[in-house]
C-alpha cells in the first residue's frame, strides 16, 4: 500500500469526519462537494471535530494544526482526484445519485486511483462498470463518529483486484481502524445487517402506534443496559439514512408499513429539517436530549 493522496467525495455526516480521521493520520486530503458553499459547513464540522480529537483521544493542538494543513478543498471533481491515490465516496444513499457520480469521475480520474463506496446499504457490484474500473472498486464503509467506533469494513465484489482489497486493508489499518474484511458481498456490511433491522422494529414499532419513541428507547436502555435507545441512535446515524432506506424498501416490497413511514419520515422530519444530531432536532432535540436526563429511566 502506497497511499499518499485521498480524496474524499461528499462532505456529509460520515464525509468530513472520514476526511478529518484521514488527514490527522498524516495522509493529503482533498474534499470535494458540490458546491463551496457546501463545503464552507464542512470547514466549520472540523472546528467540532478538533475538539472531539482533544477529548476523546487527547490530540495535541500541534497534531490538530497539522491535521488542518492535510485538508484541502475544492469543488471541481477533475481538480479534486488529479492525484487521488485512492477516492473514498460518501455521496447520499441513492443508486442513481451515485451512479451518476461514478459515471462523472470515471471520466476525470487518473488511471491509478483507487475507487471505493462508504454505502452502508448498497453493494459494490451495483455500481462496478459504472466506475470504468470495477477491479479497482470496492467498499469501505466506517460507522458514525469514526474516530471513537473505529470500525472499517471492506467489502469487495467479484471483480475486485485481490491485491486492491489487501491494500485497501492496509490503508484502514493506517488511518487508525479496526479492519473487518468480509470474504463476499452482504447487503448491509456486518453491522448494518444488524443495526437495520434493529431500526425496523423499532419504527415499525412506532408506526403501528404501539409506543411512543422515549417509551421504545426507555425499553431497550433499561432492558440491556445500552447507553442509547433505536431512536437515540437514529439521530447520531441521521434521518435521512433511514428516510432513503425505508423509501427503498417500500418501494421494493410494497409493504404497508414501510410506505407510512416514509410518509410519517418526511412529513415530520425531512419537510422540516429535523434530520438528527447534525440539524439540532430529529427524534429528541440537541445538544441535551431527554434520554441523557439523569430521571430518564425513572
Do not use: C
Not at 463545503?39 to 495535541?60: G, H, V
Not at 485512492?86 to 487518473?110: D, M
Not at 414501510?258 to 438528527?276: A, P, Q, R
Amino acid at each position: 500500500m502506497n497511499y499518499q493522496n485521498i480524496t474524499i467525495a461528499g462532505s456529509g455526516v460520515l464525509g468530513y469526519q472520514i476526511a478529518f480521521q484521514v488527514a490527522f493520520h498524516g495522509f493529503k486530503v482533498t474534499v470535494y462537494d458540490i458546491n463551496d458553499e457546501v463545503l464552507e459547513k464542512a470547514k466549520a464540522k472540523f472546528t467540532t471535530m478538533s475538539e472531539a480529537f482533544k477529548n476523546d483521544l487527547n490530540a495535541t493542538q500541534k497534531q490538530i494544526d497539522q491535521t488542518a494543513l492535510n485538508l484541502s478543498y475544492t469543488s471541481d471533481l477533475k481538480e479534486a482526484v488529479k492525484e487521488a491515490d485512492l477516492l473514498i465516496e460518501s455521496v447520499p444513499e441513492n443508486p442513481k445519485i451515485k451512479i451518476g457520480f461514478y459515471e462523472q469521475l470515471a471520466k476525470v480520474a487518473p488511471e491509478k486511483t483507487i475507487f471505493a463506496t462508504n454505502s452502508s446499504t448498497l453493494l459494490p457490484s451495483d455500481f462496478a462498470e459504472a466506475t470504468g474500473r470495477p477491479a479497482k472498486f470496492l467498499a469501505l464503509h466506517f460507522a458514525n463518529s469514526i474516530w471513537k467506533h473505529n470500525t472499517a469494513e471492506i467489502m469487495g465484489h467479484p471483480g475486485t483486484d485481490p491485491k486492491v482489497f489487501e491494500d485497501v486493508v492496509a490503508f484502514a489499518k493506517a488511518i487508525g481502524m479496526l479492519a473487518l474484511p468480509l470474504n463476499k458481498e452482504q447487503p448491509g456490511y456486518i453491522i448494518n445487517s444488524m443495526l437495520v433491522p434493529f431500526f425496523n422494529s423499532a419504527t415499525d414499532l412506532l408506526i403501528k402506534e404501539v409506543a411512543d419513541p422515549e417509551t421504545i428507547d426507555k425499553t431497550w436502555m433499561k432492558a440491556t443496559g445500552s447507553p442509547t435507545g433505536p431512536f437515540g441512535m437514529l439521530d447520531v446515524v441521521g434521518i435521512t439514512t433511514l428516510y432513503n432506506v425505508s423509501k427503498m424498501t417500500a418501494e421494493r416490497t410494497k409493504d404497508p408499513v414501510k410506505i407510512k413511514t416514509v410518509e410519517y419520515l418526511k412529513e415530520n422530519f425531512i419537510d422540516k429539517n429535523k434530520l438528527g444530531v447534525s440539524t439540532g432536532e430529529g427524534f429528541y432535540k440537541y445538544p441535551n436530549p431527554a434520554f441523557l436526563k439523569e430521571d430518564f429511566l425513572k
